[in-house]
């Protein structure tokens, strides 16, 4: 009977709220449950589109794991910062938001807040993820329609950023002086592979005035030349891939530039377990990794740009970490045009932080529905000796963070 009312529940959308049918209170999968082709629609509920999707097309199969909590806290430091500053952050009509200091924007979420979807979207891009981080090597993989796989890679200084405001881990706390510019953070990215593209290197300057666009430098190494680059081009497809620059990691966008709205909560399979990279896959290419049951906002983001990429973004954000663990986007159909899932990955602290391990989304997955392909990003920590290489708040120097170093990074040899 069970079984039966699972085949039928439904999540329906009335008057703007998301509304559970009496069906969607299906037992929750136990820990150590296998969920794969064959069984996953009786777990429907707890299984969102980017997940199933992975289960359906890629024969995926994973079970599920335990409590995840102990891997998606934060550090002493932000904890601290969070506690100190709250109250200060606040957002005003236009959705700008001002006043914040360090830590997570706004702890305490009430979801009848007509600016809870707004407060959302600040807390995760506000969400931990140290005071600076040095990832020694990622892989991206882009799989077309008949399962060719194409490789992307970056090595030594590959992905790395560095906050000036709101740090909690190294010194200088708070506000890394003089700032005369008011800048929230640095990132970097450089290409190592194919050979093609390879010294293609960004440097995104970020501001704290949430309603300032970003400044972007591209050094483009056919040209041996740095170009600065609109804020629209975050739009764009990431070096041939399914995702664009603002959909690493899910969400790399500017809150302001969109309309966020809070249209319900959820609790579903995420994978906040702690994943070791390269992640195991199947025979298929699809990372096997298990997922837990999380606690998650649904917040709907707009575009304010009406001809932006997409028409609507729909997330899933965790209510503790602020992970946005899955997302889908639509088209101008309205038809949903991608999904992306978040999964983590163990970084340790630096030396100059509290030397904690701490846990957070490293890697993802955005597949394509249209066209039938999808794309792997996942960062590698460790060298071939098992040694860990990457790290965060680590007391990087703000040197590195300037237009000459990402034309001398870039440079082929």
């Known amino acids: 009977m069970r079984k039966a009312i699972a085949a039928i529940a439904a999540l329906l959308f009335i008057g703007g709220a998301l509304v559970l049918t009496p069906a969607a209170f299906c037992e929750e999968p136990a820990v150590g449950t296998k969920i794969g082709p064959d069984n996953w629609k009786q777990y429907e509920k707890y299984i969102p589109q980017s997940l199933s999707e992975q289960i359906t097309r890629g024969q995926m199969t994973f079970e599920v794991g335990g409590d995840a909590t102990k891997f998606v806290q934060p550090s002493s430091g932000y904890k601290r910062a969070t506690e100190q500053n709250k109250g200060k952050a606040k957002i005003d009509a236009n959705g700008a938001m001002t006043g914040w200091e360090a830590g997570r924007p706004f702890p305490d979420i009430d979801p009848k807040d007509p600016m809870a979807g707004f407060k959302i979207a600040y807390n995760l891009e506000r969400r931990y993820e140290g005071d600076d981080q040095s990832l020694q090597a990622y892989q991206l993989i882009n799989v077309d329609s008949k399962g060719q796989e194409r490789y992307v890679t970056g090595t030594e200084y590959g992905w790395m950023w560095l906050s000036i405001k709101g740090r909690v881990d190294c010194e200088p706390l708070g506000e890394w002086a003089p700032n005369p510019k008011q800048i929230w953070r640095y990132n970097t990215l ?3 592979f194919p050979y093609d593209i390879k010294g293609t290197s960004r440097l995104l300057i970020r501001y704290l005035d949430s309603a300032k666009d970003d400044d972007i430098w591209m050094y483009i190494p056919t040209m041996r030349r740095i170009r ?3 804020g629209a081009q975050r739009q764009n497809n990431f070096v041939g891939t399914v995702c664009t620059y603002d959909d690493i990691r899910t969400f790399q966008g500017r809150p302001m530039e969109y309309d966020w709205k809070l249209i319900g909560e959820d ?8 994943g070791k990279t390269p992640h195991p896959k ?3 290419g699809f990372w096997i990794e298990p997922r ?5 906002w649904i917040v709907e983001a707009v575009p304010r740009d009406k001809n932006y990429v997409y028409t609507k973004r729909l997330f899933w954000i965790d209510k503790e970490c602020f992970v946005p663990w899955h997302e889908n986007v639509f088209d101008v159909q309205g ?4 999904v992306c899932e978040n999964y983590n990955a163990p970084i340790f602290m630096g030396e100059k932080a509290d030397g904690e391990l701490v846990v957070y989304e490293q890697s993802f997955i955005w597949l394509d529905l249209l066209d039938n ?8 920590g460790w060298d071939k000796d098992g040694k860990q290489t990457g790290k965060i708040s680590t007391g990087q120097t703000r040197e590195w963070y300037t237009i000459e170093n990402i034309a001398k990074r870039g440079r082929r040899n």
């Open 228 to 230: 600065r680059m609109s």
């Open 292 to 296: 837990s049951m999380r606690d998650c």
């Open 267 to 274: 609790r579903v399979l995420c994978a906040a377990l702690d």
């Open 282 to 284: 199947n025979e298929k």
């Open 373 to 380: 392909t999808h794309t792997l990003l996942e960062y590698v």
């Open 190 to 192: 450089a290409i190592d």
């Open 335 to 338: 038809r949903t045009w991608k």
